[in-house]
């Protein structure tokens, strides 16, 4: 909503120095990026067998050794003191909670064990080279776990064993790289064994000789395997293509893998897009599935599908349903599903009732549980009242929650930044619904300073989001963090533009092969609403974004008509023509712009192509660009900026050398805020 306008004239605002702010507003300091980065980070790893006790990592940078250091902790469900479960150096996770109150947890690569009632941890296997992604059995007498397997010559190490020191890769077919990493020639496989009294049978690896991935590159993990109930076979998520092929599809499938015998089922054959993360009941009588319906499209509607395997079975539960879901759990009694799903700027909870009718014609029930300006990140598991979940707010980190069914609410079991936040000025946060060019409702998240004032003028930023169908809702960013730049005396404004989930199936597919067209527009719709406040300060409006959001900001500055001073891209994409000809992922660069070559795409090369608009930029820019970011590889940036400089243009590149699409180092994290706020500072007055 709407903040009143005032009759006052308004004053414009000072703002203060990131590195130096040592005013106090309400009784806390504005939130600085240092302050950000010490921030507690917050897992929750599981429950206790009878639901009572949360057990909860934390990781907690360390600037002087530009890492962070994980420990795990207790905690009561229902409220009392967290204790400190394990304490060593390094990064525990856990794998599993017994009846009998033992925690297995992995820390550096071995199975270790502990009692939730105390003692000694115990280390359980000693293998070389470690495990990764480890799921233990249903009978606890068997392991499955992946490393990766050398199956092809691409290095020239491995394909010339006389030439030990040479560094040359060989490739005759697409996908040698894919997000950060160049195809060395090593498959993930998934692997089982024997596992009785921590000692490890000789593995097999159920993929042999195959040249594919699983778990899936490059962010699949443990969420790509489960055992069957009966701990005779296993189900993997693959995508068995190879060269060509991979690079362009996203036909992943659920094979299943009987040890006894070694044959493997695919359980999705027909189905040609995304099929992840397999889930059995907690009765281990229907098995369930994430899939999505078109081969190529990543963001295409995520559907629960469910699969009776004693009769074959198969229905998908939220066909009917216009949204996507994130993530899924069963409950204790079999009788629902519990999902997350963005849906109007947040991301909620919701149930689909499977006790009746699944099998029939009638549709599932499905049903909004939750409700508030905050988001459901996950599902921890479920207790005799209600659901344990991780929930984030713009102003709040990561935390672990209790959802009681009965009341609907939320309540904090772990308070691990509540003293941070104490020191910390609040930023206040509203909606705003603005009408789009095309006269559809379009709705907007801002951001306020902390000492906001509605009689003075403030700068503002029109933060740009990625992609491009990813949503902007209540989650918290380690370096987008709206609260942070609010801190420094912005306003932020936050469009849910088309192509986002959260607003229906149509409203999120609206931005494939239109990505300078209705989005771009929604943009300008949004910031030309909020100029309209007296408390704007017209002549000083930035944008800024990344990916798509870089891609939104250079695609801004041929069109934006003097709206901007300012604007800031971090691995935008800039000519559309040469990222078709770079990027690795090609199934999307195929679904959301098509091959350059094909005249039926000539829009997303001309019109949509902002390099086509170069002779329209006038506006100072700042550009960050990553040195390993292969999805929008390192050309990209250098052009733009190329382009800027020689057009006289008041510009800047920020090159990353060991960063990805992201920034993870903390100390890069930091020179990342101080040229992003400084920037902001020099060209906004």
């Not at 009978?139 to 990766?148: E, M, Q, T, V």
């Not at 020239?156 to 950060?180: E, T």
């Not at 730049?485 to 609206?510: D, F, L």
Request: proline share 4%.
């Amino acid at each position: 909503m709407a903040v009143a306008q005032s009759k006052e004239v308004p004053q414009k605002v000072k703002r203060p120095q990131v590195e130096n702010q040592v005013k106090t507003i309400n009784g806390g300091t504005p939130l600085s990026p240092k302050t950000l980065w010490e921030l507690g980070r917050v897992s929750a790893e599981g429950l206790s067998a009878d639901g009572t006790q949360l057990i909860y990592g934390v990781s907690n940078y360390q600037f002087d050794d530009n890492k962070s250091e994980k420990n795990l902790f207790v905690i009561p469900v229902k409220g009392g003191e967290a204790k400190q479960f394990t304490s060593e150096a390094g990064g525990e996770s856990v794998l599993s909670v017994q009846e009998n109150g033992d925690v297995l947890y992995m820390f550096k690569g071995q199975i270790w064990q502990k009692s939730l009632n105390g003692g000694d941890a115990k280390q359980l296997t000693d293998i070389e080279g470690g495990l990764e992604n480890v799921k233990i059995s249903p009978d606890g007498k068997s392991i499955l776990f992946s490393k990766a397997v050398l199956l092809k010559d691409y290095h020239s190490v491995d394909k010339y064993a006389d030439l030990p020191k040479s560094n040359v890769y060989i490739y005759d077919n697409l996908d040698y790289r894919h997000w950060d990493t160049w195809n060395d020639g090593r498959f993930n496989h998934p692997f089982v064994a024997s596992y009785e009294n921590g000692k490890l049978g000789k593995p097999k690896d159920i993929m042999e000789g195959e040249p594919f991935y699983s778990p899936q590159m490059p962010f699949g993990g443990a969420e790509d395997f489960t055992w069957a109930p009966d701990s005779k076979s296993v189900i993997y998520v693959a995508k068995k293509r190879f060269g060509k092929d991979y690079a362009q599809s996203t036909n992943t499938d659920l094979y299943q893998y009987d040890i006894a015998s070694g044959k493997t089922n695919n359980l999705t054959e027909g189905m040609i897009g995304y099929d992840t993360n397999p889930t059995y009941s907690k009765d281990g009588k229907l098995l369930s599935w994430l899939s999505m319906k078109t081969d190529g499209y990543e963001a295409d509607k995520n559907d629960i599908i469910l699969l009776e395997p004693a009769s074959g079975r198969k229905v998908n539960l939220t066909a009917h349903w216009d949204g996507t879901v994130n993530s899924f759990v069963w409950s204790k009694d079999n009788k629902k599903i519990y999902f997350v799903a963005p849906t109007k700027g947040t991301v909620q909870l919701f149930e689909i009732n499977v006790a009746k009718g699944v099998w029939s014609k009638m549709l599932p029930k499905i049903t909004q549980i939750s409700e508030g300006d905050f988001d459901i990140t996950g599902i921890v598991g479920e207790t005799a009242t209600g659901l344990i979940v991780t929930s984030t707010k713009m102003t709040r980190a990561t935390e672990v929650f209790d959802y009681n069914f009965k009341s609907k609410a939320i309540k904090p079991i772990t308070t691990v930044n509540d003293a941070m936040y104490s020191q910390i000025a609040d930023t206040k946060v509203e909606g705003r619904m603005t009408k789009a060019s095309d006269g559809l409702d379009l709705f907007s998240w801002v951001i306020y300073p902390p000492d906001f004032d509605a009689s003075k003028k403030y700068p503002v930023l029109l933060f740009c989001q990625g992609g491009p169908q990813s949503a902007t809702t209540q989650s918290y960013s380690f370096r987008w963090n709206f609260q942070l730049m609010a801190s420094q005396g912005y306003i932020v404004i936050a469009p849910n533009r088309r192509g986002m989930p959260g607003w229906g199936v149509k409203w999120n597919e609206q931005i494939s092969k239109d990505w300078g067209g209705q989005s771009i527009q929604d943009y300008l719709s949004a910031i030309d609403d909020l100029s309209k406040e007296s408390y704007v300060d017209k002549e000083n409006i930035a944008a800024v974004g990344a990916s798509y959001g870089g891609y939104s900001v250079f695609m801004l500055a041929g069109v934006h008509e003097g709206r901007f001073k300012s604007l800031i891209s971090h691995c935008g994409l800039f000519d559309m023509t040469s990222w078709y000809g770079t990027t690795e992922e090609l199934f999307f660069a195929n679904h959301d712009i098509g091959p350059y070559w094909d005249k039926n795409n000539a829009k997303s090369y001309n019109e949509f192509n902002p390099i086509k608009h170069i002779d329209k930029w006038n506006t100072p820019i700042l550009i960050f660009q990553g040195g390993k970011d292969y999805r929008v590889p390192i050309g990209q940036g250098l052009e733009a900026f190329q382009a800027a400089q020689l057009k006289g243009i008041k510009s800047r590149l920020v090159y990353l050398p060991e960063e990805n699409h992201w920034v993870l180092s903390g100390h890069n994290a930091q020179v990342w805020q101080r040229e992003f706020f400084g920037w902001l500072s020099e060209t906004l007055k």
